[in-house]
């Protein structure tokens, strides 16, 4: 059973930075792609950034290219989102997913999640 353990959240000032951390067990594919997501409550999921490990593709939203950066530890199962220049706009509560294939920013894609961390960024 895929377990992702998201950690990192909190609140930090504009311009201020974070690290989130998704620890993951249990994936039984040997390619597949494991993705940030974020979530504004009553608004849609949004694909933030997303990394293929098969291939080492990874996705980045418009919204945070230049500030965020995924990478993976694999002797740790962990993956790593670093958020830098933060804006008000970033808060919402993100989760970590994880499905069986290449990269993609849709949410429905992913059938695997954790249960979310918040981050709140004020102005």
């Known amino acids: 059973q895929v377990q992702l353990v998201e950690s990192g959240g909190g609140l930090v000032q504009s311009g201020g930075s974070l690290r989130l951390s998704c620890v993951a067990s249990?994936?039984?594919?040997?390619?597949?792609?494991i993705a940030w997501f974020r979530q504004v409550s009553g608004k849609q999921r949004e694909g933030v950034s997303c990394?293929?490990?098969?291939?080492?593709?990874?996705y980045y939203a418009d919204s945070v290219k230049g500030r965020f950066a995924i990478s993976r530890d694999n002797a740790k199962n962990t993956l790593y989102l670093q958020m830098t220049s933060l804006k008000p706009e970033d808060t919402a509560v993100y989760f970590c997913?994880?499905?069986?294939?290449?990269?993609?920013?849709?949410?429905?894609?992913?059938?695997?999640w954790g249960q979310g961390t918040q981050v709140t960024v004020s102005s």
């Open positions: 249990g994936l039984p594919w040997d390619y597949y792609a």
């Open positions: 997913a994880a499905r069986r294939g290449t990269l993609t920013k849709r949410s429905a894609d992913f059938g695997s």
């Open positions: 990394l293929s490990v098969g291939d080492q593709k990874t």
